[in-house]
């Protein structure tokens, strides 16, 4: 074929395609409808979590936590939660979950529970765990889907009042709530609180992902919480509080104006009541003063006084430029609420015992075998209470001494070429790093929260914490627990970037083994929470977060400086493990010297042991020292 020639192409022989019949616009508008959020869901409900029903039930307790756990710190309340487990039949199981909130008020209970896009949380800037209003509802919806039943709700907010209670369900067509049920009665038990019961098609089964695990890990990241576990065929399991404090309050903020993009900034524009544009900004953003107004405009070349609503898409695009090309302060960041490091070791010191309890349990029976085991009533629930209580006050806790010369050099030098010059920078570092014995084995643990910091104009923190050693297995990978504004994230560890902080770590570094591109090895938990306003989530589900970069780096910096802490421990151990095998090792020898002694120097017998004993004590005493 000459260059430039034509390229003509035949296509293939094959049956002649059909004259099909032409769609007319008009003919398919008719089927053109709107779609409701609740018919959207429910085709999609894996989106949201329910995609199979071992998922369904953990998802749904999760939510109703999420939610109890929210009402509970928003209103000042210590959280006394207690989450129930039933098998009604092989796949059918309730689920209930109980608070002390500040319960819910009459008129908004079957909106918060039979509509989805129905919340409290979306329009505001402030950490908390829920944000999008599809939570529970879409629980709801899953249990009406599979067997029929309405969420049951019931709830009281005060003293004296009545508790309202609810039967409702979701009309999916409309996204509205349909309320076959509605009463009103005395709670004698409780001031004020919550409780919702769903019922629906699930299974429910112990190990990775389930909801025994997700409880332990919502503990974890929650001790000043205290919460009792029902679970089928088992005795109720009681988390205690750790630590006696609510989280700080956390205060609403406005949007910084670092994180505004160009449309969001027309539409804020479109909706404001303000006259100027300094106006405009100083009302919408957090950190806009008059002067940093009038230094946007300056750079946007617009006037200050500018009439909001002469603003064009010109003007909005230079206003836009305008904002980037202005240095404006950081976000306030009272709005996050972090775990902290002292609350992470209570945390984790809890962990290792609820751990050792659980391993230590009986195997589940079968039904007709055995003597019934009491499942619900007080009793086992305060014996259960006790078991917990007992052995936390067990533990015990060591603080390692300061390091010997040698060794502070050595870590300088990993602590420069890590290259995070500011983390923890002149901090005790004893005050959060211990060694807790729990029944017998020590662990190490370490607990690293970072400064506040910024993305998109969004204030973020992360936190880490390590255990190391005890009875976790030496060679798996280790084990992390993924954390959002204090959520455990139990599905999609390979697509978060919290993981890919943990692999990044470089744990090599750090004496602790790791293979390339995987998580490390070793004995070893990790913890790692991101704490904002608004966690970028990878979708619906809330499952993994995305891998922006500033959060990869921070969360590997606190992950470093629990690393260098690590290390200086496993040589600190390592060196006393040599030094203990010498000493046996002369231990050995020293009857021979006093014999040796004793024909050279001609002893007595009495003679030779004086010597032996003293040699003998030397070594101890140097060995102490
Ligand atoms: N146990 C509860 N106590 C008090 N308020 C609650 C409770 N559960 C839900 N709510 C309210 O219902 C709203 C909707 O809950 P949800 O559908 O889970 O959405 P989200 O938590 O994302 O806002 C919450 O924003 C909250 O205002
Ligand atoms: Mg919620």
Same mark, same amino acid.
């Given at each position: 074929?000459?260059?430039?020639?034509?390229?003509?192409?035949?296509?293939?022989?094959?049956?002649?395609?059909?004259?099909?019949?032409?769609?007319?616009?008009?003919?398919?508008?008719?089927?053109?409808?709107?779609?409701?959020?609740?018919?959207?869901?429910?085709?999609?409900?894996?989106?949201?979590?329910?995609?199979?029903?071992?998922?369904?039930?953990?998802?749904?307790?999760?939510?109703?936590?999420?939610?109890?756990?929210?009402?509970?710190?928003?209103?000042?309340?210590?959280?006394?939660?207690?989450?129930?487990?039933?098998?009604?039949?092989?796949?059918? &199981?309730?689920?209930?979950?109980?608070?002390?909130?500040?319960?819910?008020?009459?008129?908004?209970?079957?909106?918060?529970?039979?509509?989805?896009?129905?919340?409290?949380?979306?329009?505001?800037?402030?950490?908390?765990?829920?944000?999008?209003?599809?939570?529970?509802?879409?629980?709801?919806?899953?249990?009406?889907?599979?067997?029929?039943?309405?969420?049951?709700?019931?709830?009281?907010?005060?003293?004296?009042?009545?508790?309202?209670?609810?039967?409702?369900?979701?009309?999916?067509?409309?996204?509205?709530?349909?309320?076959?049920?509605?009463?009103?009665?005395?709670?004698?038990?409780?001031?004020?609180?919550?409780?919702?019961?769903?019922?629906?098609?699930?299974?429910?089964?112990?190990?990775?992902?389930?909801?025994?695990? =997700?409880?332990?890990?919502?503990?974890?990241?929650?001790?000043?919480?205290?919460?009792?576990?029902?679970?089928?065929?088992?005795?109720?399991?009681?988390?205690?509080?750790?630590?006696?404090?609510?989280?700080?309050?956390?205060?609403?903020?406005?949007?910084?104006?670092?994180?505004?993009?160009?449309?969001?900034?027309?539409?804020?524009?479109?909706?404001?009541?303000?006259?100027?544009?300094?106006?405009?900004?100083?009302?919408? &953003?957090?950190?806009?003063?008059?002067?940093?107004?009038?230094?946007?405009?300056?750079?946007?070349?617009?006037?200050?006084?500018?009439?909001?609503?002469?603003?064009?898409?010109?003007?909005?695009?230079?206003?836009?430029?305008?904002?980037?090309?202005?240095?404006?302060?950081?976000?306030?960041?009272?709005?996050?609420?972090?775990?902290?490091?002292?609350?992470?070791?209570?945390?984790?010191?809890?962990?290792?015992?609820?751990?050792?309890?659980?391993?230590?349990?009986?195997?589940?029976?079968?039904?007709?075998?055995?003597?019934?085991?009491?499942?619900?009533?007080?009793?086992?629930?305060?014996?259960?209470?006790?078991?917990?209580?007992?052995?936390?006050?067990?533990?015990?806790?060591?603080?390692?001494?300061?390091?010997?010369?040698?060794?502070?050099?050595?870590?300088?030098?990993?602590?420069?070429?890590?290259?995070?010059?500011?983390?923890?920078?002149?901090?005790?570092?004893?005050?959060?790093?211990?060694?807790?014995?729990?029944?017998?084995?020590?662990?190490?643990?370490?607990?690293?929260?970072?400064?506040?910091?910024?993305?998109?104009?969004?204030? &973020?923190?992360?936190?880490?914490?390590?255990?190391?050693?005890?009875?976790?297995?030496?060679?798996?990978?280790?084990?992390?627990?993924?954390?959002?504004?204090?959520?455990?994230?139990?599905?999609?560890?390979?697509?978060?970037?919290?993981?890919?902080?943990?692999? !990044?770590?470089?744990?090599?570094? =750090?004496?602790?083994?790791?293979?390339?591109?995987?998580?490390?090895?070793?004995?070893?938990?990790?913890?790692?929470?991101?704490?904002?306003?608004?966690?970028?989530?990878?979708?619906?589900?809330?499952?993994?977060?995305?891998? =922006?970069?500033?959060?990869?780096?921070?969360?590997?910096?606190?992950?470093?400086?629990?690393?260098?802490?690590?290390?200086?421990?496993? !040589?600190?151990?390592?060196?006393?493990?040599?030094?203990?095998?010498?000493?046996?090792?002369?231990?050995?020898?020293?009857?021979?010297?006093?014999?040796?002694?004793?024909?050279?120097?001609?002893?007595?017998?009495?003679?030779?042991?004086?010597?032996?004993?003293?040699?003998?004590?030397?070594?101890?005493?140097?060995?102490?020292?």
């Amino acid at each position: 074929m000459e260059p430039g020639e034509p390229l003509v192409l035949t296509p293939p022989p094959g049956p002649k395609s059909k004259q099909r019949e032409r769609i007319s616009a008009e003919k398919l508008s008719e089927k053109q409808r709107e779609i409701s959020i609740s018919e959207f869901f429910t085709k999609n409900r894996h989106l949201l979590g329910f995609d199979n029903a071992s998922r369904a039930l953990l998802t749904s307790v999760k939510e109703a936590v999420d939610n109890s756990l929210d009402a509970c710190e928003e209103a000042g309340i210590l959280p006394d939660l207690v989450v129930r487990i039933e098998q009604l039949a092989e796949n059918r &199981f309730k689920m209930m979950v109980e608070d002390n909130g500040p319960g819910i008020v009459k008129a908004q209970i079957p909106k918060v529970f039979g509509k989805l896009l129905y919340g409290s949380k979306f329009h505001r800037l402030r950490q908390s765990r829920g944000q999008q209003g599809i939570g529970i509802s879409a629980a709801g919806m899953y249990g009406q889907l599979t067997t029929g039943k309405p969420v049951m709700v019931t709830s009281k907010t005060g003293k004296g009042k009545p508790a309202h209670h609810y039967h409702i369900t979701i009309d999916t067509k409309a996204n509205k709530p349909l309320i076959p049920h509605e009463d009103e009665f005395e709670w004698p038990d409780k001031d004020h609180g919550t409780t919702v019961e769903i019922e629906m098609e699930a299974t429910y089964k112990g190990g990775r992902r389930s909801v025994d695990e =997700y409880i332990q890990q919502v503990a974890l990241a929650n001790p000043h919480m205290h919460l009792t576990y029902y679970r089928p065929h088992k005795p109720p399991v009681v988390y205690p509080r750790v630590t006696p404090e609510l989280p700080p309050e956390t205060k609403e903020i406005k949007p910084h104006p670092y994180g505004v993009e160009l449309g969001a900034l027309m539409r804020l524009l479109r909706d404001s009541t303000a006259r100027s544009l300094s106006g405009f900004l100083q009302a919408e &953003f957090s950190r806009v003063s008059g002067a940093v107004a009038a230094e946007i405009c300056k750079n946007a070349e617009l006037s200050a006084d500018l009439g909001v609503r002469k603003v064009g898409q010109v003007e909005a695009e230079r206003l836009f430029k305008g904002i980037s090309a202005t240095k404006i302060m950081a976000p306030p960041t009272n709005c996050l609420a972090p775990i902290g490091e002292p609350a992470m070791l209570e945390g984790l010191k809890a962990l290792l015992v609820q751990r050792h309890l659980a391993a230590d349990e009986p195997e589940e029976r079968e039904e007709g075998e055995g003597p019934q085991i009491a499942l619900f009533d007080t009793k086992s629930v305060s014996a259960a209470e006790e078991k917990v209580t007992a052995a936390l006050g067990a533990v015990t806790t060591i603080v390692e001494e300061d390091e010997e010369e040698d060794e502070t050099e050595q870590t300088a030098e990993v602590a420069s070429t890590e290259a995070d010059a500011d983390a923890d920078a002149g901090q005790d570092v004893s005050a959060n790093t211990k060694i807790i014995d729990v029944f017998g084995k020590s662990t190490f643990v370490t607990a690293v929260t970072r400064g506040p910091r910024v993305y998109r104009g969004n204030p &973020f923190q992360v936190e880490a914490a390590l255990a190391y050693g005890g009875d976790m297995p030496p060679e798996d990978l280790a084990t992390v627990y993924r954390f959002a504004n204090r959520v455990p994230l139990l599905y999609q560890q390979g697509a978060c970037a919290m993981t890919q902080a943990v692999v !990044r770590a470089n744990w090599k570094t =750090y004496d602790v083994q790791q293979s390339r591109g995987a998580l490390p090895n070793g004995p070893l938990l990790v913890l790692v929470h991101i704490a904002s306003v608004w966690v970028p989530f990878t979708s619906e589900a809330k499952e993994a977060v995305a891998h =922006y970069d500033e959060i990869i780096t921070e969360l590997k910096f606190a992950l470093q400086e629990c690393g260098r802490r690590l290390s200086r421990h496993i !040589r600190r151990r390592r060196r006393a493990a040599e030094a203990d095998k010498k000493a046996r090792y002369i231990e050995k020898y020293i009857p021979h010297i006093g014999m040796a002694l004793q024909e050279i120097l001609s002893l007595t017998d009495s003679k030779r042991d004086v010597v032996v004993d003293r040699l003998t004590t030397l070594l101890e005493r140097s060995r102490k020292m």
